[in-house]
């Protein structure tokens, strides 16, 4: 029988290690290794829906969905150990075709999404924010809203875990107040700042929302994009920044 796998080039493999970060999204392994000064590749390109099914995986895949017609193009493989392609391939089962297709379409989406980050800024001012959140001093200030008021409950779908959106609205509590504040404040020295600031998370919202409407999905990237855009300074208070634009309605709007 003929063999329908291709060989990928050095650039390919270079863009599939990359699209996982370095590691097996399977097991974690390091697909590289370092012997004698030089570098040497440890991954292989599983295909997803097999390069060369046997009758009976055709039978097992025929109703399947596919990310590509095309089983050597790029959206039909992935970076994995050796370890964890073979077994994905002996026995192949529908859960775990079902969960690489899944795992595929996620990382497809986050490089979609990654190689947009330089078309979307956000004004430099937002830092000052973010530092404000991480000092001790913002305490004596917070005032807490109602929980009556909050808006996430009629904003949130089923897509939205049970344990963000509680995270979500004890972050809308105790701080919407405080930077609704500050943001009024920035306003008052750089008029139309906040309007700017709230379209950039808006129209970056809404980019995720072209790619995939999962709200978790959303949510993630959301704070992802503001954190690499600041440098990495603070997760946590990019969530809370995030959790500030769900609530004033830039987000899930
Ligand atoms: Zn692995």
Not at 124 to 129: L, S
Not at 219 to 241: H, P
Request: proline share 3%; net charge negative; with cysteine.
């Amino acid at each position: 029988m003929a063999d329908n796998r291709r060989e990928f080039s050095d650039n390919e493999k270079m863009l599939l290690h990359n699209e996982v970060g370095g590691r097996c999204p399977l097991c974690g392994e390091v697909l590289t290794y370092k012997k004698n000064k030089k570098i040497h590749k440890s991954f292989e390109v599983a295909h997803i829906y097999p390069a060369n099914p046997r009758p009976d995986e055709v039978m097992l895949l025929q109703d399947e969905e596919r990310l590509s017609d095309d089983v050597n193009d790029f959206k039909n493989v992935i970076a994995v150990c050796r370890i964890c392609h073979k077994k994905f391939d002996t026995p192949r089962t529908i859960e775990e075709y079902r969960s690489w297709m899944r795992l595929k379409r996620r990382l497809l989406q986050n490089t979609a999404l990654k190689s947009t980050y330089i078309l979307f800024n956000v004004e430099e001012e937002i830092k000052v924010v973010l530092e404000k959140l991480n000092n001790e001093t913002v305490e004596g200030e917070l005032v807490q809203l109602s929980y009556d008021s909050l808006k996430i409950d009629e904003k949130t779908n089923d897509s939205f875990p049970f344990a963000i959106k509680r995270t979500v609205k004890n972050d809308v509590v105790d701080y919407f107040d405080y930077m609704h504040r500050l943001f009024i404040d920035m306003d008052q020295i750089n008029p139309y700042k906040f309007e700017t600031l709230a379209s950039q998370i808006k129209c970056f919202y809404l980019k995720c929302m072209q790619i995939n409407q999962n709200q978790e999905m959303v949510y993630t990237s959301l704070v992802d994009w503001l954190n690499e855009k600041t440098n990495s300074y603070s997760r946590r208070a990019c969530e809370i920044v995030v959790a500030y634009f769900i609530q004033d309605c830039e987000v899930f709007s």
